[in-house]
């Protein structure tokens, strides 16, 4: 069944209820990779309250990337075996508390056609408030339905993407994927088989389970973290990077980061496969 346009411009919720414990901070920061290294204290702050002496615990901005996990606007129509993350887009209004009962609106904002041999974009927002009806997070997000497209929608109006410098990076750091980071980072929300079945991956046309998107989101998170964030989740305020391939668990990812004033632009590539897996990304900070 083609996706119904324009009919799923209309698709929202509003006031969903969800909440979060530190258990669910310390999994997601986990399953980015923090925390390999026991004697890092600058990482051990974000998976570890240290309960015999009490430290505050902090939280990876892009956090917010599952802190509603499940906020959809609606059921649409579409090939979920070759459905893939495009985007990732966070502004952060406020610091993520370590525990919150919130609510989420969540609507469709955009639906592109490339062609019916190329699939579709769809690009939702879910505004994340806290009690008091304050935004703590908007997210942005751009799903690429791989076989999806010729539906008859616009090819274009999209955002343009943030351009990266061209000179040589400021900074570059390489940071390894366990091979079983996946099965790890699937616990905070994201249960896709793509990413933990040999044979489901196979059949989505990949050689072997893939890492999540949003896994390799929360990297590019870690690198600006730990380059020109000062481990302080409260100076980002902006997130945002486009998926151009695949990481497979076991592989080595290396970003580079460009800074500009408040802005850290950032680009990151597996190395061994001359790939680049991640482009046109952007923090903006404090």
Same mark, same amino acid.
């Given at each position: %069944?083609?996706?119904?346009?324009?009919?799923?411009?209309? $698709?929202?919720?509003?006031?969903?209820?969800?909440?979060?414990?530190?258990?669910?901070?310390?999994?997601?920061?986990?399953?980015?990779?923090?925390?390999?290294?026991?004697?890092?204290?600058?990482?051990?702050?974000?998976?570890?309250?240290? !309960?015999?002496?009490?430290?505050?615990?902090?939280?990876?901005?892009?956090?917010?990337?599952?802190?509603?996990? /499940?906020?959809?606007?609606?059921?649409?129509?579409?090939?979920?075996?070759?459905?893939?993350?495009?985007?990732?887009?966070?502004? !952060?209004?406020?610091?993520?508390?370590?525990?919150?009962?919130?609510?989420?609106?969540?609507?469709?904002?955009?639906?592109?056609?490339?062609?019916?041999?190329?699939?579709?974009?769809?690009?939702?927002?879910?505004?994340?408030?806290?009690?008091?009806?304050?935004?703590?997070?908007?997210?942005?997000?751009?799903?690429?339905?791989?076989?999806?497209?010729? !539906?008859?929608?616009?090819?274009?109006? %999209?955002?343009?993407?943030?351009?990266?410098?061209?000179?040589?990076?400021?900074?570059?750091?390489?940071?390894?994927?366990?091979?079983?980071?996946?099965?790890?980072?699937?616990?905070?929300?994201?249960?896709?088989?793509?990413?933990?079945?040999?044979?489901?991956?196979?059949?989505?046309?990949?050689?072997?389970?893939?890492?999540?998107?949003?896994?390799?989101?929360?990297?590019?998170?870690?690198?600006?973290?730990?380059?020109?964030?000062?481990?302080?989740?409260?100076?980002?305020?902006?997130?945002?990077?486009?998926?151009?391939?695949?990481?497979?668990? /076991?592989?080595?990812?290396?970003?580079? $980061?460009?800074?500009? /004033?408040?802005?850290?632009?950032?680009?990151a590539h597996v190395r061994d496969r001359q790939v680049a897996?991640?482009?046109?990304?952007?923090?903006?900070?404090?």
């Open positions: %069944m083609p996706i119904d346009y324009p009919a799923v411009l209309d $698709l929202k919720t509003e006031a969903a209820p969800y909440s979060w414990s530190d258990r669910e901070v310390m999994l997601y920061a986990l399953g980015i990779g923090m925390g390999s290294d026991p004697l890092n204290e600058n990482e051990l702050q974000f998976v570890n309250e240290a !309960f015999a002496t009490p430290k505050p615990l902090k939280v990876v901005p892009t956090f917010a990337s599952v802190c509603v996990w /499940g906020a959809r606007p609606g059921a649409i129509a579409l090939n979920r075996l070759m459905v893939v993350d495009g985007e990732r887009d966070i502004i !952060f209004h406020k610091p993520i508390p370590v525990a919150a009962s919130v609510t989420a609106d969540a609507r469709v904002c955009g639906v592109y056609d490339k062609g019916k041999e190329k699939g579709a974009i769809i690009q939702n927002e879910v505004v994340v408030r806290d009690r008091e009806g304050d935004k703590i997070v908007t997210i942005l997000s751009s799903t690429f339905a791989r076989g999806d497209g010729g !539906f008859g929608g616009p090819s274009e109006g %999209m955002p343009e993407p943030h351009q990266v410098p061209r000179r040589a990076p400021d900074r570059s750091l390489d940071i390894p994927i366990r091979p079983d980071q996946a099965l790890i980072y699937r616990l905070s929300g994201d249960r896709n088989p793509l990413h933990s079945d040999a044979g489901f991956a196979r059949r989505a046309g990949f050689p072997k389970p893939i890492l999540h998107g949003l896994c390799t989101y929360g990297l590019t998170c870690r690198a600006v973290l730990q380059t020109y964030g000062d481990y302080d989740p409260s100076a980002f305020q902006r997130h945002r990077v486009r998926f151009s391939a695949p990481v497979f668990p /076991g592989e080595i990812v290396t970003i580079n $980061l460009w800074k500009d /004033g408040n802005s850290i632009s950032f680009e897996i991640a482009k046109n990304g952007q923090t903006v900070l404090r």
